[in-house]
């Protein structure tokens, strides 16, 4: 099988419009199974933008986008999808099981019969994701990071072969962050997965990240991070001074992004690829 | 029709008092409306509290409340009325109010325009106050073979829509972005919960009545949720709790002179307190 010869996604030229405006432009990469994407960049560059588009929810702007092969379309069942923000609050009263459950037939008409098979492949996912704890509990009572498992369960019971996670590791502990990580770093592994996790901080996706899709400035580039996380380039797409700091292990730490990454990005300095 | 009947006594033999009961015409009428309005209220009620639509279903009753009273002034069944105010505006309300906040206001602007329609129908028709009256405050015992006939057929078509949507309706209420990116036609559901929700509130109304709607729609289901986070399991409760408040109000109403209203809503009450008493002290472990 030749499947690591086709992409998943692949963007030529592809640029974002948000109400006439263009977002970003002149985008062009391939992602191929297996490969784990941190998708970096400011408030407003347009990251949840890349991840609609590819849902089929949003047409681009321009460009060509291909994603399995053929044009985006919505309801792919080829694609997981963690959207950011849950708005869950105490007292939503649905088990995690039931959440993990739309994952395998939530879209589909009528009330759909009891059946064994869909328990069995809820629990795999749950366990999978070493959720089985808690589970059983209502999505309201758990804490971020346990809430964050249950989504990713829910979005793998479909077996996709392309994961689009958005800020998966906002509001969770130093902890939790390295957890998921690790945990999502695993399944595009073990899976054969191309993932894309969109996130505003690298640093605990460092030992894991296979490239970067670096959107800013209104243009994208996309490397290893040894070579997008460069004092020279994270300084040209932001037009400021950014550091960054190598450890002993060879690990990169970013300094100074911290103000540059909590505001919208104003420069006009087109896509650098890398 | 409210009140202790002739010669009608409790005897505390339920078989023979329940015989007593069933053997008026009203009663059993009374039952049968009842019984549809507590299974349907208790099935969508539980989607009602899960999409934090309690707002929608209090306005459409007022709505429906105009929609009443100008059938009454028109001179046709108060049922006809109410279903075609609470399916129109339920169709304006899906349709414009797609996010929780703008949905409110939305709903809140056709409520009171619909009110104020209410308040002219009411000024027009000249021996209104018993007829508001019972629109506000539910007649149940006063129904007619016609109104069940009519709330049975809401209560098939709104049913059969629960069924046939029942997935996509749980998936797009708890995470709608998530269910529109799996291809969940989240905008469709929406407008078709809102109609089904119109069909339950038209069938509650003659019930409890307008202003009492939620005791039969929002209580039974708020139960449920806090007993139990399986939906299948919930829904159960919340339609068996809708059929015992129901019965049991009728049952007491039959002997006692009060209104049938007063003793649903206070079943409703005491159980959701008790409840809620019963989650504390269980906590407080």
Same mark, same amino acid.
């Given at each position: ?50 991840? $609609?588009? !590819? #849902?089929?929810?949003?047409?681009? @702007?321009?460009?060509? &986008?291909?994603? =399995?092969?053929? +044009? ?76 964050? $498992?249950? !989504? #990713?369960?829910?979005?793998?019971? @479909?077996?996709?072969? &392309?994961?689009? =996670?958005?800020? +998966? ?106 | ?285």
């Amino acid at each position: 099988m030749n499947d690591s010869q086709q992409p998943v996604i692949s963007a030529r030229n592809l640029s974002a419009s948000f109400a006439d405006k263009v977002v970003w432009a002149g985008a062009s990469f391939d992602i191929f199974p297996g490969e784990l994407i941190a998708v970096l960049g400011p408030n407003g560059a347009g990251k949840s933008t890349l991840l $609609r588009m !590819l #849902l089929g929810l949003q047409a681009p @702007g321009a460009g060509n &986008l291909e994603v =399995l092969g053929g +044009p985006p379309r919505r309801g792919n069942p080829a694609i997981g999808y963690v959207p950011q923000s849950r708005p869950w609050d105490a007292e939503t009263s649905i088990s995690g099981i039931d959440v993990v459950g739309f994952g395998v037939d939530g879209s589909r008409w009528g009330i759909g019969l009891r059946s064994r098979q869909k328990e069995r492949i809820v629990a795999e996912a749950i366990a999978a994701v070493g959720a089985a704890a808690y589970a059983e509990r209502s999505v309201g009572r758990l804490s971020g990071g346990e809430r964050q $498992r249950l !989504l #990713l369960a829910q979005a793998l019971v @479909g077996n996709p072969r &392309l994961l689009l =996670l958005d800020e +998966p590791l906002a509001s969770l502990d130093l902890r939790n962050q390295t957890e998921v990580a690790e945990q999502v770093s695993g399944l595009a592994k073990d899976r054969r997965l191309a993932v894309l996790l969109v996130t505003h901080d690298l640093n605990p996706l460092f030992a894991v990240v296979d490239r970067l899709l670096y959107i800013a400035g209104h243009g994208m580039a996309v490397g290893t991070p040894a070579e997008v996380i460069t004092s020279e380039t994270l300084s040209r797409l932001y037009e400021t001074t950014v550091e960054v700091l190598e450890d002993t292990q060879g690990r990169r730490f970013i300094v100074g992004m911290e103000d540059v990454m909590a505001h919208p990005h104003g420069g006009h300095e087109s896509g650098r690829h890398v | 029709m409210v009140g202790m009947k002739a010669g009608v006594m409790f005897s505390w033999n339920l078989f023979r008092d329940l015989q007593q009961v069933f053997s008026y015409g009203f009663m059993r009428n009374a039952f049968l409306a009842g019984t549809i309005v507590a299974i349907l209220a208790g099935v969508v009620g539980y989607m009602v509290v899960l999409r934090r639509s309690s707002f929608a279903a209090h306005a459409l009753s007022h709505i429906g409340f105009a929609g009443a009273a100008g059938a009454v002034v028109a001179g046709v069944s108060a049922v006809l009325g109410l279903l075609a105010f609470t399916l129109l505006a339920a169709a304006v309300m899906g349709s414009l109010g797609q996010k929780l906040r703008s949905r409110d206001t939305v709903i809140g602007i056709v409520l009171a325009w619909a009110l104020g329609l209410g308040v002219l129908f009411l000024s027009l028709y000249k021996g209104y106050a018993t007829e508001a009256y019972a629109l506000l405050f539910g007649e149940i015992l006063g129904i007619s073979r016609l109104d069940v006939l009519v709330t049975f057929i809401a209560a098939l078509v709104a049913l059969a829509g629960i069924v046939v949507m029942y997935r996509p309706l749980l998936f797009s209420s708890i995470d709608e972005e998530v269910a529109e990116a799996r291809g969940v036609p989240v905008r469709f559901i929406s407008v078709a919960f809102m109609l089904t929700l119109a069909l339950a509130v038209s069938a509650a109304v003659q019930v409890v009545g307008v202003l009492l709607i939620f005791s039969l729609i929002v209580t039974p289901a708020a139960i449920a949720e806090r007993l139990s986070n399986r939906p299948s399991s919930a829904i159960y409760i919340s339609v068996l709790l809708a059929l015992a408040f129901t019965w049991i109000g009728l049952f007491i109403s039959f002997y006692l002179p009060y209104p049938v209203s007063f003793f649903i809503t206070t079943l409703a009450f005491g159980t959701y307190l008790v409840v809620r008493l019963g989650e504390r002290r269980g906590r407080g472990r």
